[in-house]
């Protein structure tokens, strides 16, 4: 007999757009539970995310933005602000194991979507919350994506922004992906404290916290008044490691050196200058730190890295044992072997495009495999069906559906 998925059984309802939250669905459908995914009328925002200004365009006007986070899901089109919706709402919490929602306070009291009023329902529920500016506070109605609550607010953005010019696009929804997981981890804790207490309860996360968390190392430094050296060009950098460099054949690449000592001889056998590593200018990380040393070295490697192409430095830091990485492209990342031998990426049959390849979600569980991926639904695919499931008869639901009130 085939072993169950590990969260077979569970039951999740998500009344949510965009990435964040549904990455937490995406994730738990992956493991067998079932996820109801609310959706208006007029469908989730993100089924159009490829259309905004700027994105990849594809060739079928494919959901692509849509897909990663939606996979194995049923689609519920329903138009919750209608009266008739509110009885069907109520009939899915009755059953749900987990809720799922990033509407913002005001949106969630209109629609009766509140955790004290979802408690009263099923006070077994897990209520969780994804917020852009979090729960209390001025700005916790505000509407919030990661591109500002997430990497503009926790001050990584800029200390990213070059000194001149403009930071380019970062990657749609970059910052809701690692909320989503730590989203993702409290439903899991809170779904562990119900079997033992037999109560469910509310856990949230907010792309604010989750940016604060993530530059976490900078912050603590301005909590404890450290002083922040100002900004320098590239050719003054205080760290010969901390810059790009360019091989021959123009492609970037970037070192990582965290034990100084210890991986500069290794830095130097890679650059072909051995001699470097006991030249008395360079010994020890306080020599290398002394006014003008770090440009000088930066000016050395420039010199060297640019002499041969990527491949030979690869070779030559692979085999010294250095920390690096060249900048890849996207041609690069989906072809990776390194990736592809992780399961980073994996496939499924669609209906309008045959086999295709997507990004998996990113954990493992030994001995609890994940369901095989599943096309992300069509809006309102499972309407009829998730109804019917409530208990309404068909002329009920066609009735609903010519009202306008669902969709499917």
């Not at 899915?92 to 509407?103: P, Q």
């Not at 970037?252 to 000592?261: A, C, D, L, P, R």
């Not at 954990?363 to 309404?392: I, N, Q, W």
């Amino acid at each position: 007999m085939a072993q169950a998925s590990l969260l077979h059984g569970v039951r999740v309802v998500e009344a949510a757009s965009m990435i964040m939250v549904p990455s937490v669905g995406a994730l738990l459908a992956d493991y067998g539970a079932e996820v109801v995914k609310i959706e208006p009328p007029e469908g989730d925002l993100n089924r159009r995310g490829h259309h905004t200004p700027g994105m990849p365009e594809h060739p079928a006007n494919y959901e692509y933005c849509f897909l990663p986070d939606n996979r194995g899901k049923k689609s519920l089109a329903i138009d919750l602000k209608a009266p008739e919706a509110r009885g069907l709402f109520r009939k899915l919490i009755e059953n749900a194991d987990v809720f799922l929602t990033n509407h913002r306070p005001q949106a969630l009291e209109r629609l009766g979507m509140t955790w004290p009023e979802l408690r009263a329902i099923n006070p077994r529920l897990v209520y969780g919350i994804g917020t852009g500016f979090g729960d209390a506070g001025p700005e916790a109605d505000r509407p919030g994506f990661d591109s500002v609550s997430y990497w503009s607010r926790s001050g990584m953005e800029a200390s990213l922004f070059p000194l001149e010019g403009w930071l380019g696009s970062l990657g749609y929804g970059s910052g809701d992906h690692p909320t989503g997981m730590a989203l993702f981890s409290a439903v899991l804790m809170a779904l562990l404290a119900r079997e033992r207490s037999g109560r469910g309860t509310r856990v949230s996360c907010s792309l604010l916290a989750a940016g604060a968390w993530s530059n976490a190392v900078m912050l603590q430094a301005k909590l404890l008044g450290a002083t922040f050296l100002e900004r320098r060009p590239r050719e003054q950098a205080r760290s010969f490691t901390s810059v790009y460099y360019r091989a021959a054949d123009r492609r970037i690449f970037k070192m990582s050196i965290v034990n100084h000592q210890r991986d500069w001889p290794k830095v130097c056998a890679a650059l072909g200058r051995p001699s470097l590593a006991a030249d008395p200018r360079y010994a020890t990380l306080e020599d290398r730190r002394e006014e003008g040393r770090m440009a000088e070295l930066i000016a050395i490697c420039d010199g060297v890295f640019g002499g041969r192409p990527m491949a030979y430095w690869e070779e030559k830091l692979r085999e010294a044992d250095v920390p690096f990485s060249v900048l890849s492209t996207y041609d690069e990342v989906v072809a990776d072997p390194q990736m592809a031998a992780n399961r980073v990426f994996t496939e499924f049959d669609d209906p309008e495009l045959g086999r295709v390849r997507t990004i998996d979600t990113p954990m493992h569980v030994e001995s609890h495999p994940k369901l095989p991926p599943r096309p992300a639904p069509r809006l309102g695919e499972h309407t009829r069906e998730v109804l019917a499931a409530l208990g309404l008869p068909q002329g009920e639901i066609d009735a609903l559906a010519g009202r306008g009130v669902v969709v499917g």
